[in-house]
Every structure is written in structure tokens, then in C-alpha cells.
């Protein structure tokens, strides 16, 4: 079975500082990995998302993951942090479906971002 | 695109009623929806799977009985908590995927999620 782990619960970084959110994962065959921010009030909105081929992905607000399948990580990055990226920021790898397609998430536990102004 | 909405965002009842939670993919068709539950300060927790028109698929220890799904349409899938009990009382948050059948590589997105609380 598949699972991710977020190693910090809680990062506190200041406006306009780079940002490094940690991820790790178990999984027997090439994951799909991705990173989903929840803000309250809202559903997770995905980041971004790797299935396959180039191990750097670019995703949307700024951020990047990058996949190193011998560390099996998937850490997202932003080089300068903005006060409205405050948010929790989960971690998932995703098995495929077999059948109806799709695939099943495996989320990590989250991580707490705090921006300080 | 790709708008999925809930309703109720949040709901009150007394132990022993049912209450039923709407999941809509608004702007798609959804080949796959999925529930999940998830604690305070926890990470979500996939509860079922389920395809239109037929069973839902539940991860193991979830009980199929108390937590009846219906996936009546491509647009909307119902989570049911029948005779809920204060341990019942979460956040439960529904997702939906679209296009890309059987490939593995759909995209979830998710409401906003039903804040559920049981006296």
C-alpha cells in the first residue's frame, strides 16, 4: 500500500522568502504524485502534478515540485513566498483505478504554512 | 472549469437522524467521484469510491451501511450518514474526476466541503 509522509506540521517563513515543503512517499510502481493547498472555506485546489517525464513541474501561484525517485520525494518549492500562500499544503500519491478509471489519493498528513508579514 | 460544489457546507443534527450530502460536478461530466473524511488537523481520508450506476467501492473499515453513496447521475453522487452519531461528526469532502477514462492520469477536484456536526 501506498503512503506519504509530511515530515514538518508547521513551517513559518516571511513574506518573500524562498519556501521548501517536504515530501516523502512509498509506492511500489512510478506514483503519481501531486500537491493540493486548502485554504479555509474552500476545497483543495491542486498545485501541480507529476505522472510522468520531466521530474521538474511547474504548477500554478509560482510553485514547482520537483520528483527524485532515489530520495522518493516530491518536495514543492516557491522561490518567493506571498503573504496569501498561507494555507495547508497536503502532499498525495495516487494508484490507478482499474476499473471507471481515475486514480485512489494517498494524502499526507499537511503542512501548516504561516506567512509572516 | 472544473467546478465541483457540496450541499449542505454545513449541517447540525441530532443523534439517530440521517442526513444526506450533495456532491456536483458543475461544469463536467465526472466518470469517478470520490468521498473522503477528514479530521481536525488531520489529513483526508478516503472513505469510497464510486462510478454512475453502480456500487460504490469502500476502503476498508468503512462501514457501507452507515455511509450510503448514490452516484445517480455523471453530475452528482450523494453521501448518506444514516442514524449518525456524535463520532460521525466531521468534515467530509468530495472530489470528482473527468476525462482520460481508465488512464489513471485524471485529476481530482474537490468541493469545498460539509462541515457535519451531531449532538
Known amino acids: 500500500a501506498q503512503s506519504v509522509t509530511q515530515p514538518d506540521i508547521h513551517i513559518t517563513v516571511s513574506e518573500g522568502a524562498s519556501l521548501e515543503l517536504r515530501c516523502n512517499y512509498s509506492?511500489?510502481?512510478?506514483?503519481?504524485l501531486f500537491w493540493y493547498v486548502q485554504s479555509p472555506g474552500q476545497g483543495l485546489q491542486l498545485l501541480l502534478k507529476?505522472?510522468?517525464?520531466?521530474?521538474l513541474v511547474q504548477g500554478i501561484k509560482g510553485f514547482e515540485a520537483e520528483f527524485k525517485r532515489s530520495q522518493s520525494s516530491f518536495n514543492l518549492r516557491k522561490p518567493s513566498v506571498h503573504w496569501s500562500d498561507a494555507a495547508e499544503y497536503f502532499c498525495?500519491?495516487?494508484?490507478?483505478?482499474?476499473?471507471?478509471?481515475?486514480?485512489?489519493?494517498?494524502f499526507g498528513t499537511g503542512t501548516q504554512l504561516k506567512v509572516e508579514l | 472549469g472544473a467546478v465541483v460544489s457540496q450541499h449542505p457546507s454545513w449541517v447540525i443534527c441530532k443523534s439517530g437522524t440521517s442526513v444526506k450530502i450533495e456532491c456536483r460536478s458543475l461544469d463536467f461530466q465526472a466518470t469517478t467521484m470520490f468521498w473522503y473524511r477528514q479530521f481536525p488537523k488531520q489529513s483526508l481520508m478516503l472513505m469510497a469510491t464510486?462510478?454512475?450506476?453502480?456500487?460504490?467501492?469502500?476502503e476498508q473499515g468503512v462501514e457501507k451501511d452507515k455511509f450510503l453513496i448514490n452516484h445517480a447521475s455523471l453530475t452528482l453522487s450523494t453521501l448518506t450518514v444514516t442514524s449518525a452519531h456524535p463520532e460521525d461528526s466531521s468534515f467530509y469532502i468530495c472530489s470528482a474526476t473527468r476525462g482520460n477514462r481508465g488512464t489513471g492520469t485524471d485529476t481530482q477536484y474537490f468541493g469545498p466541503g460539509t462541515r457535519l456536526t451531531v449532538l
Open positions: 464510486s462510478n454512475e450506476g453502480s456500487k460504490a467501492t469502500y
Open positions: 507529476y505522472f510522468s517525464g520531466d521530474t
Open positions: 498525495a500519491v495516487g494508484a490507478r483505478i482499474l476499473t471507471g478509471g481515475g486514480n485512489k489519493l494517498t
Open positions: 509506492y511500489g510502481a512510478t506514483p503519481y
